[in-house]
């Protein structure tokens, strides 16, 4: 069966803040001109929000651009700030910072507690009104390129194969989608982005990316316990000073509360388990009692990108362009990347749209880092620029050379500091490292890996090939266990790599449980011998976050 295709003046993969905004801000700018524009946008989730997942305090400066009234339309911010706490934390006690002390990274007056996945079904809802074609449940799974080299458009993945790769009765090939343009939007270490920037040579000259995971589960509280708009960080416990990495819990509206971890991915010992680590965080006093007779009701995972300004790639290439967290706009230091997301979508579309409009097609928009070079996106970027590798120096000495940058400099420092080195190269031998070891879940606070995957919806077709494929078979035994203990039964948040020994407690093999999959792509980031490749399974596929 023959691929079919369709032509589009633009097509964008990824339903998230970055791909939505760049579709809206190309529909208003034809609307203003008085113009056409034809506007396709895919995204692998069965409905746009299925797949989203952020802490999430929303700065709504770039959604305000975007949308001036933007509360008139209902947008879904209801929780205003009310009260910021940054809480260092030991094993059985807390000191909150006062909030004088704190940079202004780490003030939210002005901010909302959201959840992003619902602000991203409210702006498809402004797409689709605009005209914008939206397809969920189709995920994006190649790159298609012309003649010269450029990117043509990118096609669907295929459906009803077979875990051998052959044609299932209820096989359909994809569906190829063209354009003048393609905006790449798919999230961090996004499939196509991250074979974009090889074929491109796209990281020349930046430095590598850095990630975190982060883990998030919503509670329902008890109304008592509940205050809207309360945003409480923490630092320190329960990872060690030398750990990047940090807490969260945000009151929502309704009752609900997000609470969650940030583990940056390059820790160093193979026994850590971010999830344990998160796990550990609820059961501080500080946390607890906020919990304590609430009920858990969702939960789920996402890496992150946190590089910021010197680890962005090149934005453009022949016929496209990546935004959002595909490329690495997240602030860090603020812990936000939505407003950064949308911005960089409205930034992308503007160029994108005076490019079609001049009857061009296929070449680089370089009207886009040049637009990004001139925002005040790029200002923020490059004021948070030192933060993360100010905090890679650990979280005592990195917090006060932080305040100095920050505070004293702000933000202003003649010299930029630079990443060490990419996350999957960072982790130790086992031989070298001190077992970790974790207290068991009770049920009530603290829950084991199946119980939370269970929570997140996730659902995959088991009779179709693994979407989480293995450069070399013998690595996972032959390296990653035999070095590193197999840090992949421990990194993976949803019990996804698991290792199995015979009866007799030999002939040691990598079982890969794909069906428990949430998509957050940690294993093709800490992998410390890259041999793990996340590639899409199946649209439709994967988690469905309600109100995360």
């Known amino acids: 069966m023959q691929r079919e295709s369709m032509e589009y003046d633009v097509v964008i993969v990824g339903g998230g803040p970055a791909g939505l905004s760049a579709a809206i801000h190309l529909k208003q700018l034809a609307a203003q001109k008085s113009s056409e524009i ?103 799974a190649e790159v298609l390129y012309n003649e010269d080299g450029s990117v043509k458009g990118m096609a669907t993945g295929d459906m009803g194969l077979l875990k051998d790769g052959s044609h299932g009765p209820a096989y359909q090939p994809g569906m190829e989608l063209h354009a003048k343009y393609t905006l790449f939007a798919e999230g961090c270490r996004g499939q196509l982005g991250k074979q974009l920037e090889e074929k491109f040579r796209l990281r020349e000259g930046s430095d590598p990316q850095v990630y975190g995971i982060g883990l998030k589960e919503l509670w329902e509280v008890q109304p008592e316990k509940h205050q809207a708009g309360l945003v409480i960080h923490t630092g320190g416990w329960p990872l060690d000073a030398q750990t990047y990495g940090g807490g969260f819990m945000y009151h929502m509206e309704g009752n609900q509360v997000s609470v969650g971890m940030v583990t940056g991915l390059g820790y160093s010992n193979p026994f850590l388990s971010p999830y344990e680590e998160a796990q550990r965080l609820k059961t501080h006093p500080a946390l ?138 960072k982790l130790k031998k086992a031989a070298d490292c001190r077992p970790i070891v974790y207290p068991k879940p009770d049920g009530v606070i603290t829950f084991d890996r199946l119980s939370s995957v269970y929570l997140s919806n996730t659902n995959h077709e088991e009779d179709q ?43 040691p093999r990598l079982q890969i449980n794909a069906q428990n999959c949430v998509h957050c792509k940690t294993c093709d980031i800490k992998d410390p011998t890259q041999n793990i490749t996340w590639v899409v399974p199946q649209g439709g596929e994967g988690p469905n976050y309600p109100n995360m």
């Not at 007056?109 to 702006?123: D, E, F, K, P, T």
């Not at 035994?477 to 070095?483: D, K, M, S």
């Open 38 to 140: 034809n506007v396709c946008l895919i995204e692998k989730s069965a409905e746009i929000g299925g797949h989203i997942l952020s802490g999430a305090v929303m700065d709504p400066r770039a959604l305000a651009e975007l949308f001036p009234d933007w509360q008139e339309l209902g947008a879904p911010l209801k929780a205003p700030v009310s009260e910021d706490r940054f809480l260092i934390l030991n094993e059985s006690g807390s000191f909150q910072i006062p909030n004088w002390m704190l940079p202004g990274c780490f003030h939210n007056a002005g901010n909302y507690v959201i959840s992003l996945g619902n602000v991203c079904r409210w702006l498809g809802q402004q797409a689709e009104s605009l005209g914008v074609e939206i397809y969920p449940g189709f995920a994006g």
């Open 288 to 425: 607890r009692v906020f919990l304590e007779g609430g009920k858990r009701i969702a939960y789920g995972a996402r890496a992150i990108t946190a590089g910021g300004l010197q680890s962005l790639p090149r934005l453009v290439f022949p016929g496209g362009a990546l935004i959002g967290d595909d490329a690495g706009f997240l602030n860090a230091s603020r812990i936000k990347g939505s407003h950064s997301a949308i911005k960089s979508g409205a930034l992308a579309a503007e160029a994108c749209f005076d490019a079609v409009a001049a009857g061009r097609s296929g070449d680089e928009l370089a009207a886009y880092p040049e637009a990004f070079r001139q925002s005040w996106l790029f200002e923020e970027l490059h004021k948070a620029r030192n933060f993360k590798p100010l905090m890679a120096k650990g979280l005592y000495l990195g917090s006060l050379m932080l305040g100095i940058d920050q505070t004293l400099l702000r933000g202003k420092a003649p010299w930029t500091l630079h990443h060490s080195g990419p996350d999957h190269a």
């Open 465 to 507: 090939p693994c979407h989480l494929t293995l450069k070399d078979a013998s690595v996972p035994i032959g390296i990653n266990l035999a070095l590193y203990d197999a840090p992949e039964q421990r990194y993976c948040p949803a019990g996804v790599y698991e290792i199995v020994r015979d009866d007799a407690g030999g002939n």
